[in-house]
């Protein structure tokens, strides 16, 4: 099964998409959106090793491994699987509370990731989809929607 994301940032400006995520059971591929690159050389990247000065148009391509499936910049936003890891049983516990929750895995990695993967620390917000990161941003902004932002 493949799974698909978006990741945007946010800058002074306002919030921008970076681009597109796409995970299937070999590898990770993230490809920087045309706006995102016009952006220049002073926008932060998916991580150092894959900048969009990098990779440009090209996509960023890490092949998945038994114990690193995602990108490893991507992998460290999900909380670990420790017994005691505190923060990792408190959204396990809320996934499980969904109508048709994720089996353990990937499956539950990878909606974790989309749970605890945007609003922390550094500048990657990953979204299910863009109508998703644009309400996220609308609501943390406390803007009403608008054609423009929503």
Not at 75 to 86: F, Q, S
């Amino acid at each position: 099964m493949d799974y698909h994301a978006v990741i945007w940032t946010r800058r002074s400006e306002g919030p921008v998409k970076m681009g597109d995520l796409v995970v299937t059971p070999r590898e990770t591929r993230f490809s920087y959106t045309s706006e995102y690159l016009e952006l220049g050389p002073g926008a932060a990247g998916l991580a150092l090793l894959s900048s969009q000065r990098l990779y440009g148009r090209n996509p960023v391509v890490f092949p998945a491994r038994d114990t690193m499936p995602l990108h490893p910049r991507l992998m460290a936003l999900i909380p670990g699987e420790g017994r005691r890891n505190i923060q990792r049983q408190v959204y396990t516990r809320i996934l499980e509370k969904r109508p048709n929750p994720p089996v353990t895995g990937f499956e539950m990695d990878w909606e974790l990731l989309l749970l605890t993967g945007h609003d922390g620390i550094g500048h990657l917000d990953i979204f299910r989809n863009d109508r998703v990161a644009e309400a996220s941003y609308t609501r943390a902004m406390g803007m009403a929607p608008t054609p423009g932002n929503r």
